[in-house]
């Protein structure tokens, strides 16, 4: 068949992401209140009330264009992290705040640095439109799972137009100091370096998004699809220097973001009370959750570390592969991620779960634990 499509999307490779409740119950026939979707790292609590109740009184304000630039919202961003708003960009998720960053800092056929395995959209994105990623494979310490910052320092090449890190590290949940991700931005001069905060809060801390004041070849990004529970929403953001910001608002397709977005995401920043609720509830529960791992289960090793609302579980037994014990899990209502599917380089040994409230996970580990 001819396709007008340019040669690299010959055979696309798209992003697979965790499987919704409806098509379990349905597949499975179990009830959706009987199903743990672990998959998708959403909120357990659901919505930020304070979000849900501006975006429900500003129904009305849908007939109109919104400010191209968010600039309500990059106003309030500005006012909670101490910058100016022309520190910010705006986008329909972080995922859409990668791709202009891809576009905008590097050319076709240029190289991309990357952590292997890492966050799909990286590679996905910059291979879509021809855009080279270098997945630094030999940089995860296969114990930890951890980014080791020495080697994916040795990694970098003049030739890298952008140097991704994510912290806390996906798919491991593993933190970087704010020595080491220094050391990167330092090692780094001739690229933009983006740090991913997607899953920051759940360390329990700040983050590093104050370095963006420190270097001017640094974009730190956020989102608000997980802690403030607004993933269907679509809402991300960028700091950095504005000169950095200006490069992106050029490729940003001009109405990306919407009124009730704008007004929603302005609300969640205000909505303290639901962020430290959430984080309390993450926190323990991964606490709860190592505890379980140890206690009961020997064909399945937590794999320690982790900071953010998921964890890596690496499969012991050599009998059984991801495949299975993603099917397995299925079958006895437990979504989780197929780590070989889910993350390219990733092996069929491992699979990731959200961190979740303490009975969904007892409802992981009792269903590893039932697996033939
Ligand atoms: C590491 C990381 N970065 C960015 C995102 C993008 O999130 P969103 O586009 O919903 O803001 C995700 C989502 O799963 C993620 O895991």
Not at 127 to 154: C, Q, S
Not at 363 to 368: E, I, K, S, T
């Amino acid at each position: 068949m001819y396709t007008y499509a340019h040669p690299g999307l010959k055979d696309p490779e798209y992003y697979v992401p965790g499987l919704p409740i409806d098509y379990v119950a349905q597949r499975y026939r179990i009830s959706p209140d009987d199903i743990a979707k672990l998959g998708s790292a959403e909120n357990p609590y659901g919505t930020s009330p304070m979000a849900k109740a501006a975006v429900g009184d500003a129904l009305d304000k849908m007939y109109t264009y919104a400010s191209w630039t968010a600039e309500p919202l990059r106003e309030k961003l500005a006012d909670t992290y101490g910058y100016e708003p022309d520190n910010f960009v705006c986008g329909a998720g972080e995922t859409e705040i990668i791709a202009m960053i891809l576009r905008a800092f590097a050319a076709m056929g240029e190289r991309i640095l990357m952590p292997g395995p890492c966050f799909p959209m990286y590679h996905l994105f910059a291979e879509a439109e021809g855009r080279i990623p270098d997945m630094a494979h030999e940089a995860t310490d296969r114990t930890t799972m951890a980014l080791d910052v020495d080697v994916y320092i040795d990694a970098i090449k003049p030739e890298h137009r952008i140097v991704f890190l994510t912290n806390p590290h996906s798919p491991s949940g593993t933190w970087m100091t704010e020595a080491e991700v220094r050391r990167v931005i330092e090692a780094a001069p001739h690229a933009l370096v983006v740090l991913d905060e997607a899953y920051v809060h759940y360390s329990g801390g700040p983050g590093y998004i104050h370095l963006a004041h420190d270097y001017d070849n640094l974009a730190v990004l956020r989102t608000f699809s997980k802690v403030y529970g607004l993933a269907g929403l679509r809402l991300g953001f960028g700091v950095a220097h504005p000169d950095i910001i200006k490069a992106l608002l050029a490729v940003k397709p001009t109405w990306n973001i919407g009124q009730l977005q704008i007004i929603g995401g302005v609300a969640a920043l205000d909505d303290t009370a639901f962020v430290q609720k959430t984080i309390d509830t993450i926190i323990d529960s991964r606490t709860y959750v190592e505890g379980l791992f140890a206690e009961t289960l020997d064909r399945f090793r937590f794999v320690p570390g982790s900071m953010s609302n998921f964890f890596l579980i690496e499969i012991m037994d050599p009998d059984i592969d991801s495949n299975q014990v993603f099917d397995g899990l299925l079958e006895r209502g437990v979504i989780v991620k197929d780590g070989s599917i889910s993350f390219r380089g990733l092996e069929k040994r491992f699979m990731r779960s959200d961190v979740n409230f303490r009975e969904k996970m007892d409802q992981l580990v009792a269903a590893l634990a039932d697996l033939p």
